[in-house]
């Protein structure tokens, strides 16, 4: 199947490797999804089984009520199988919603941001790679007008012609490695993302592997949105690069030396560097924010996770019991300061004890950490009287 992709052509070098790759990427993901997802295969027959048990999970928590299904979230349990099986069945749903979308997509997209640049007079049109072919041919030319300069005995360190050709040469390779490198880098990872994406979208038919899926989700976007992201920032460099270009060329054609174009070219080109690094970085960033709701079961694991409310009355019916008694006694005894009562405070809180032992004897209570109705089947407690004291 590799054999239909036509080789780069000589000229336009750069145009012609990237739809060489975009050839094989479309037949390595065709072929990767038939064998995959293709009847009698080990992918097909495991993700059978495991619709399979997925379904008998469904029935039986609606008919026993186990497990937290509510008949309201049927329709979507329905809907999630559809869509996972129309993905995994058909070739043209799966084209459509994930290999357009995340591989030619962000090529639309580009030409959207790209094209406001060939009003602005720049050379390449809004052909990207056409501008790095380009601008990789006239430093490359430059640098050769600039060696012929030089002395056969000259190095670099002496500077001159021959420091400026080596500048020119390496600024060349590393505008083809920041561009065109990246790119081709970045569409292969991706082509590998799509090849093994029906695995992860199986995974999104339980909750506890929907991590899996999401986690292939985040790492898609991310490869797919950096092509866009080197494309646009190359469209930049190029829109500076372009006097300084014309400078370098036109000094080459007259045969006079001038390193300041030289230097100007390699520092654009090394801050470049820089702003891949983080246009890349924010990129993956954006990427990592990708994920679904929990619903209802992130809610209850959230409400688990607090922790558990103190107890208002101490840790036991006993220590609720003398709390109540020393709050009654205590406002027992400022009224008895205050009405001039004959009743002491020991003897207050003895009545007061008495009557809330009455009360806490007679009514059966339940301790924390026992379930509903296993207290009455315990002994009775014993009570204090008021004779008793």
Sequence with gaps: MMAFCPAPPEEGMVGGVLETVDCHIRILVHDTYRNLVGPDTVFSMAFTGLLTIYIALIGYQLLFGRGGMRVTELPFAVLKIGLILAFLTSWAAYQTVFFNLLFDGPAEIMKLLVSPLSSQGSTFDGDVMGGVQKAFE???????????????????????????????WLTSIALLLLTLGIIIATKIVLA?????????????????TRGLFEGWMRATFSFAMAPLAVNVFGAVMLMIMQP????????????????????????????????????????????RGFGFSRGRGGEETSMRRLPAPEPSMGGGPGARAEEIAARVAMIDRSQAASAGSSY????????????????????????SGERLGQAYNRAPRPTVRREDL
């Excluded at 640098?143 to 002496?158: D, E, F, H, I, K």
């Design 138 to 168: 006239d430093l490359s030319g430059a640098a050769g007008v600039y060696g012929g300069m030089a002395s056969p005995t000259a190095n670099l360190l002496q500077g001159g012609p021959m420091l400026g050709s080596g500048l020119l």
């Design 192 to 208: 590998f993302l799509l090849a093994i994406g029906p695995i992860f979208i199986g995974m999104l038919l339980f909750d506890q």
């Design 244 to 287: 300084f270009l014309t400078l370098l060329l036109k000094n080459a054609a007259e045969g006079k030396f001038d390193m300041g174009p030289v230097i100007t070219i390699g520092i654009i080109v090394t801050v470049f560097v820089m702003v891949m690094i983080f246009g890349l970085g924010a990129v993956a960033a954006i990427g």
């Design 344 to 367: 002491t405070s020991r003897e207050v809180y003895s009545r007061r004890t008495g009557e809330i032992s009455d009360a806490m004897g007679s009514t059966p209570l339940i301790a």
